[in-house]
């Protein structure tokens, strides 16, 4: 398939390099449109307030790189509008650092937000992400964002199950159809790991920043939230805590009340 990819964790990520690398090893034409800079929390939205730079890149990934200083949204609309040379089959966004599970969390990620600017072109899309603790977490930043040990273990082994899910799922999802398959992977992922179906997590994310410093700054935190899911159908947040692949097929036609 002919895939734009994306993320938004920004170019630097060595999240996006081992997806990137997965999947021209499963046979995918890449095209890859990323930001310059992270830009996780970012949900859907646009740079509107000052234009946007686009610049090609040679990261040595073996497929034609661009760089956008926006958002995930930013670079699959304007990659499909004035960068790519071809037309893509579908959209992958990601590897995500972090899950992007519940609620609480689709809504605002950028990675999701990557996929989901691509079915608004009428594109099948996947959106994947990767389960962290937040003591790994805390060591992948002290490293400066380099995967070792058991992490960078997990790391290629959920790209590849990603490059082997998005040739299944992507090439049966209707064009046109507002369709993204979120997909989380648990840690550790083997190369084993189950994949179940799973609905979003109903959770509340409360309190998300501190309070005001001397200088009536506030900063985004991490928090723990609240799950108030029924006890069936399986969730995405209780699959990857059960340590199995997560597969949410967001269906935006479904959004609302008769």
Not at 172 to 200: D, I, M
Request: net charge negative.
């Amino acid at each position: 398939m002919k895939l734009l990819v994306t993320n938004d964790d920004g170019i630097h990520s060595l999240f996006l390099h081992e997806l990137i690398s997965a999947l021209k090893a499963a046979g995918h034409e890449l095209y890859v449109v990323a930001p310059a800079n992270e830009q996780s929390w970012t949900g859907a939205s646009k740079t509107r307030g000052r234009p946007v730079k686009s610049a090609a890149m040679d990261r040595g990934f073996g497929c034609p790189t661009w760089i956008v200083d926006g958002t995930p949204s930013d670079c699959v609309n304007i990659g499909i509008a004035h960068l790519l040379p071809v037309k893509v089959d579908g959209i992958v966004s990601g590897i995500n650092v972090g899950f992007n599970c519940t609620l609480g969390f689709i809504i605002a990620s950028g990675t999701v937000a990557g996929a989901w600017e691509g079915a608004l072109h009428g594109l099948p899309a996947m959106a994947v992400s990767q389960d962290l603790s937040e003591g790994i977490y805390n060591h992948l930043k002290d490293r400066g964002g380099q995967p070792d040990g058991e992490l960078l273990a997990t790391l290629k082994i959920s790209a590849a199950h990603a490059a082997r899910l998005a040739g299944e799922l992507l090439p049966a999802t209707p064009r046109r159809s507002f369709t993204v398959h979120n997909l989380n992977f648990p840690y550790p992922c083997k190369p084993e790991t189950a994949l179940h179906r799973t609905v979003p997590a109903h959770f509340f994310v409360p309190g998300l920043f501190t309070p005001a410093d001397d200088q009536g700054r506030h900063q985004l935190v991490w928090t723990e939230g609240e799950d108030v899911s029924p006890p069936s159908p399986l969730t995405d947040l209780k699959c990857v805590e059960a340590g199995f692949i997560s597969h949410t097929v967001l269906d935006y036609r479904k959004l609302g009340h008769a």
